[in-house]
């Protein structure tokens, strides 16, 4: 499958020749490719599908279309036609007698009291693997030819950003044949999808999740050498060419990219303008409690797409989800990750090439973007809203990612890390953002990757004391849960010590790939900077 990068670079120097031109920047028109698309339950089941994700069947919403069929969809909805007839029809037995329904990973788990916290995590990496899947119509997983690690609980499929994180456990637990894995798995999704989606479900199709597959490539790469990169460089080049792709004659704002004044930045986005089919209910009651629409359909989706499902970051008034603007924000974070990935791009390429030129340029837009538009008066980094050609307002850890990726001057960085220990420095780590508002991604939660991502930015710019409070703490909190629940889970209370995190539209998970992973991964940080 052939891809013509050269329209990347003739669409993204365009952009640097009109950067004092009023009009946007003239597009090309990538090439067409045609990609595998899976039909979703509200296809193949559409009056079923309605029913039972609005009639409260299951309390998650995610339950039932993680279910696997045991009859074709055809057979299914002649059953359900036949079953209305039936006075005494019953919603829970007509689901079990058509559905597998799916159990969740890891939660019949028993820990060994006398296992460590380190030595439990290893012991968890069997119970959170997938064998390789064998495809069939009956299950809404997209199959992968290889053996993966999924998170645990209610998310019994792989998940894209989650993996980077778990890996950092898998590398220090030398699993680096299951790093392997995971990257080719990613690679076929590239291949056939177009691109890694969210998680490897049929419903899951129409978004990805933050791009973290170029530094899943670094963390083999360090471990085998050079020749990693060459191995996957076809698959990054694609993922590339994912986030940057515009059509010709497009708007300025096109799927995920934006045509700004210097360059292409880039957003979140979701192709799907309708309820989320694993939040199908909790979607569309928002919408019309909020007489919204399809763009706020696709700001849900979008949301769900950075892995901040959901927080303060995407809302207007920076309190309550019926305000979330999603699609109207360049976030810190993604471009930062495209800075990496782009990064480790340009060293593949020949130093005069056209496409290496392009990638230079785009990189120092990023900069420029990071250090101009994203800059409070008080030193932090806030996410800049294209529409209304203002910073968000809204504090969060996003602001490390700069910092991660070494795209920011010391100055710059040190008056970051003085904010983040004036701010958001809570006794169990870093809280996600300063903001209480119920969401799982606000305070007073912590969550894993924002962890490493604050730890391995403040040390790249020489604040390694505060990187290691950071990190004692977390491991601290950790092994405190550990060992009064016998758990690792999927976030925490970094404020209140005594009480569980909350927040969001699930319960607390249990498993979890990344806590699992960071948690060993920052042991070794800590270990080998006490050396």
């Not at 040390?459 to 390694?464: E, L, R, S, T, V």
């Amino acid at each position: 499958m052939k891809y013509n990068l050269l329209l990347i670079v003739l669409l993204l120097v365009s952009c640097n020749k009109n950067t004092n031109s009023e009009s946007p920047p003239e597009t090309v028109t990538t090439e067409v490719v045609k990609f595998k698309t899976f039909p979703t339950p509200d296809e193949l089941y559409p009056d079923l599908f309605i029913a039972v994700q609005m009639g409260d069947v299951f309390p998650d919403s995610k339950t039932f279309v993680d279910c696997t069929a045991k009859f074709p969809a055809d057979k299914i909805n002649a059953n359900y036609q036949a079953a209305l007839k039936n006075e005494n029809f019953e919603w829970s037995n007509f689901v079990k007698e058509n559905f597998e329904i799916p159990p969740s990973i890891s939660s019949d788990f028993k820990s060994d009291p006398t296992k460590s916290a380190a030595e439990h995590v290893t012991s968890l990496w069997p119970i959170l693997t997938r064998k390789a899947d064998k495809a069939s119509e009956l299950s809404t997983l997209i199959p992968l030819p290889k053996d993966y690690v999924v998170p645990g609980g209610r998310f019994r499929e792989v998940y894209y950003w989650d993996s980077y994180f778990t890996m950092l456990g898998l590398v220090e637990d030398g699993e680096f044949e299951m790093i392997e894995n995971i990257l080719d798995n990613f690679a076929h999704l590239i291949n056939t999808i177009g691109h890694i989606p969210n998680g490897n479900r049929v419903y899951y199709q129409t978004r990805s999740q933050p791009p973290f597959f170029s530094q899943m490539v670094k963390l083999l790469a360090d471990e085998k050498g050079e020749e990693v990169y060459k191995q996957y460089a076809d698959a990054l080049k694609k993922e590339y060419q994912f986030w940057m792709n515009r059509a010709g004659n497009s708007p300025p704002a096109f799927e995920h990219t934006v045509v700004t004044e210097t360059g292409v930045l880039n957003r979140y986005y979701d192709k799907g303008d309708n309820p989320r089919q694993e939040s199908y209910k909790e979607d569309y009651n928002l919408v019309q409690e909020n007489k919204g629409g399809e763009k706020m359909y696709r700001d849900l989706r979008s949301g769900a797409e950075s892995g901040w499902d959901y927080s303060s970051r995407w809302f207007a008034d920076g309190q309550n989800m019926g305000t979330i603007e999603t699609t109207d924000i360049l976030p810190l974070d993604l471009n930062a990750l495209l800075y990496g990935l782009e990064d480790i791009l340009v060293k593949l390429e020949a130093k005069d090439s056209d496409f290496s030129k392009t990638l230079t340029a785009s990189m120092a837009n990023r900069k420029a973007f990071i250090s101009t538009m994203c800059k409070s008066e008080d030193g932090s980094f806030e996410d800049y809203n294209w529409t209304t050609q203002k910073l968000c307002g809204k504090k969060s850890l996003a602001m490390m990612y700069p910092l991660y990726f070494k795209m920011v001057s010391q100055e710059e960085a040190d008056a970051v890390a003085d904010y983040v220990k004036a701010n958001f420095l809570k006794p169990g780590g870093v809280v996600s953002t300063i903001y209480n508002t119920g969401q799982q991604w606000d305070a007073p939660n912590g969550w894993a990757p924002l962890q490493w991502m604050t730890v391995i930015g403040l040390d790249n710019y020489g604040h390694k004391d505060l990187a290691k409070t950071i990190a004692s703490r977390w491991i601290a909190i950790n092994e405190k849960v550990y060992k009064s629940t016998g758990k690792f889970v999927e976030k925490y209370n970094v404020e209140d010590l005594s009480l569980e995190a909350g927040g969001g539209e699930y319960p607390v998970q249990d498993g979890f790939g990344w806590s699992n992973g960071v948690y060993l991964g920052l042991k070794a940080y800590l270990t080998d900077n006490h050396k």
